[in-house]
């Protein structure tokens, strides 16, 4: 998926100034912008998309960025939140949102790319965090378990059972994969044949149509249908 990035700033030209930034930094398809030139306005739009990253003006008609960043926190704890303002004096406010950087105006590209440089590596931070937080539990007739993300490798359809393949073994129950991905958190996961879901961070390579994944030695089918599919969440990956 691509990385959610909203721009909040009443000045129209330095909205559409960091909107052109970070055109030059991304290939379409890798990040998705939306933007806002209130505090309101940003507010009623991240209930349709989670956001990624907020870059936000402070000093703004009706609530200001540091209000709209403390709001912002409550909602989303790993939300990546930057200040980009005209004045010093709300560093120690930018502070208590918890905000991951404060530049004063004007930004030049190239302090531009640093930054969203930075921000990448801790989205791929978090994302990591998440990957080893986030559990699967699943329960049989004789066994019930609770395996993490970064513990599967993959999940298998066999008849009417699903079986995941981890790094501790091989579990199986009764299941379909669409119930499965109803209750796996699909940001982490792909499909890439009728009979296989892999982790996205397990895959090594695509050889012709195979999936060749770390840490295992079997390869994993991967049908026409697929393919795209499988090559978006590995570029988008790169990036998240």
Request: aromatic letters at 12%.
């Amino acid at each position: 998926m691509p990385i959610n990035i909203f721009l909040c700033d009443d000045d129209l030209v330095q909205l559409e100034t960091l909107t052109s930034f970070i055109h030059s930094i991304f290939s379409k398809g890798e990040i998705a912008i939306t933007q806002a030139t209130s505090g309101e306005e940003l507010l009623s739009k991240i209930d349709a998309v989670k956001p990624d990253t907020v870059i936000l003006d402070i000093e703004m008609k009706g609530l200001n960025g540091i209000q709209t960043g403390f709001l912002l926190r409550e909602k989303f704890k790993d939300l990546i939140i930057v200040f980009i303002t005209g004045f010093k004096e709300y560093a120690f406010d930018a502070f208590s949102v918890k905000s991951f950087d404060y530049i004063i105006k004007p930004v030049t590209f190239n302090q531009f790319k640093m930054l969203m440089d930075d921000i990448i590596i801790r989205l791929d931070q978090i994302r990591a965090y998440n990957e080893k937080s986030q559990t699967l539990v699943i329960a049989s007739r004789d066994r019930s378990a609770a395996i993490r993300y970064d513990d599967i490798f993959y999940f298998e359809k066999s008849l009417r059972k699903v079986r995941i393949y981890t790094k501790c073994g091989i579990y199986e129950y009764y299941g379909t994969f669409k119930e499965l991905m109803d209750k796996l958190n699909m940001d982490f996961f792909v499909q890439c044949h009728q009979g296989y879901i892999v982790n996205i961070s397990k895959i090594k390579e695509i050889r012709k149509d195979d999936l060749i994944l770390n840490e295992i030695k079997s390869s994993i089918s991967m049908s026409r249908k697929y393919k795209s599919d499988v090559r978006e969440a590995l570029s988008c990956r790169l990036f998240s």
